[in-house]
Nanobody, 123 residues
Framework: QVQLVESGGGLVQAGGSLTLSCAAS????????MGWYCQAPGKQRELVAV???????TYGDSVKGRFTISRDNAKNRVNLQMNSLKPEDTAVYYC?????????????????WGRGTQVTVSS
């Protein structure tokens, strides 16, 4: 069993800041990629930011310059510092992790999603 547990969501005014955190637990060898996606009502899930085990990052265009992703490999944890928040950022934010697990025939990649945490930005 693998679980991704998010925390840090909430209500904030435009221009404010919020920090999201996600912790991975369960049986796995390592985490190749970890990060965040968001989904607003009526829209498809979109990339927010992801980070590899080596520290390489990718950001969605709408959050570049405002959000910063980081991870603690030893603790299997990823954080998202969200600054200068806009009402357009309002969405459910989902933690994502591409894990390496050990199977009977060797290691394999497994994609996992958290349950999501609500972020609401008021104008």
């Amino acid at each position: 069993q693998v679980q991704l547990v998010e925390s840090g969501g909430g209500l904030v005014q435009a221009g404010g800041s919020l920090t999201l955190s996600c912790a991975a637990s369960g049986s796995f060898v390592s985490i190749n990629v970890m990060g965040w996606y968001c989904q607003a009502p009526g829209k498809q899930r979109e990339l927010v930011a992801v980070i590899t085990s080596g520290g390489s990052t990718t950001y969605g265009d709408s959050v570049k310059g405002r959000f910063t992703i980081s991870r603690d490999n030893a603790k299997n944890r990823v954080n998202l510092q969200m600054n200068s928040l806009k009402p357009e950022d309002t969405a459910v934010y989902y933690c994502y992790a591409d894990l390496v697990r050990a199977g009977a025939f060797g290691a394999y990649s497994n994609k996992n999603w958290g349950r999501g945490t609500q972020v609401t930005v008021s104008s």
